[in-house]
Nanobody, 122 residues
């Protein structure tokens, strides 16, 4: 069974940090470009960041650039999203995605994870 699993979400005060992890079963993350999306209450889901198979071209939306860092450890079959200087507006469910084509910036999705809740209190 193909599956993406996120972990690392939680409740943190504004200014704090969290590190989200994404791992897979049924396929290797190293063969895919990986993205992170989020959906805040009452808002549409939005792309946050992505990274290519070979660590190339990490991209970030303006709202998180300079605060979030995406990285991957293919030996551990894990992709991370380090989130620093968190703000209440970062509160959302965060989803990991996998893209088999991997065109930089396309945020194309073959697989979605189930999501992990991030809540930032003011």
């Amino acid at each position: 069974e193909v599956q993406l699993v996120e972990s690392g979400g939680g409740l943190v005060q504004a200014g704090g940090s969290l590190r989200l992890s994404c791992t897979s079963s049924g396929f290797s993350l190293g063969d895919y470009a990986i993205g992170w999306f989020r959906q805040a209450p009452g808002k549409e889901r939005e792309a946050v960041s992505c990274i290519n198979r070979n660590d190339g071209g990490p991209l970030y939306i303006d709202a998180v650039r300079g605060r979030f860092t995406i990285s991957r450890d293919n030996a551990k079959n894990t992709v991370y999203l380090q989130m620093n200087s968190l703000k209440p507006e970062d509160t959302a469910i965060y989803y990991c995605t996998a893209d088999s084509i991997g065109i930089t910036g396309s945020y194309r999705v073959d697989y979605w994870g189930q999501g992990t809740q991030v809540t930032v209190s003011s």
